[in-house]
């Protein structure tokens, strides 16, 4: 069965200590308050949220499943293509950016700007 927003989101909303919510306005599960799966802005691809050296890894042994654009370089977070040929590791990586969610400090809430 191929992934798909709703696949990747059931089942990482499934996870304990995660939510529905959003991220930059659009979609997302958090955990602990730090999203970790959010959809991507190309096509056919969702954005993970993981650490570094992850993220280099997966893209090293999986470049057709885990890409970047020039906005994703740098930072700890990878696409990752819907047409995986292994969706099961897909979905462990998307167990390891839930642990890495919960592990981090819960963000602060944003306060609304107020006209003076």
Same mark, same amino acid.
Request: glycine share 6%; hydrophobic share 35%; aromatic share 10%.
């Given at each position: 069965?191929?992934?798909?927003? !709703?696949?990747?989101?059931?089942?990482?909303?499934?996870?304990?200590?995660?939510?529905? *919510? @959003?991220?930059?306005?659009?979609?997302?599960?958090?955990?602990?308050?730090?999203?970790?799966?959010?959809?991507?802005?190309?096509?056919?691809?969702?954005?993970?949220?993981?650490? =570094?050296?992850?993220?280099?890894?997966?893209? !090293?042994?999986?470049?057709? @499943?885990?890409?970047? @654009?020039?906005?994703? !370089?740098?930072?700890?977070?990878?696409?990752? =293509?819907?047409?995986?040929?292994?969706?099961?590791?897909?979905?462990?990586?998307?167990?390891?950016? =839930?642990?890495?969610?919960?592990?981090?400090?819960?963000?602060?809430? =944003?306060?609304?700007? @107020? *006209?003076?």
């Amino acid at each position: 069965m191929s992934l798909d927003w !709703e696949r990747v989101t059931d089942f990482a909303a499934g996870l304990p200590g995660t939510e529905r *919510s @959003t991220h930059y306005g659009r979609p997302a599960i958090k955990a602990n308050g730090n999203a970790f799966v959010a959809p991507g802005h190309e096509d056919g691809s969702f954005c993970l949220m993981i650490d =570094r050296d992850t993220v280099d890894m997966l893209k !090293e042994t999986d470049p057709d @499943t885990y890409w970047q @654009t020039p906005h994703y !370089e740098g930072w700890p977070a990878v696409l990752v =293509r819907y047409g995986s040929a292994d969706p099961d590791r897909v979905f462990a990586m998307i167990e390891r950016a =839930r642990e890495q969610a919960l592990a981090k400090k819960q963000p602060k809430p =944003r306060v609304p700007k @107020t *006209s003076v």
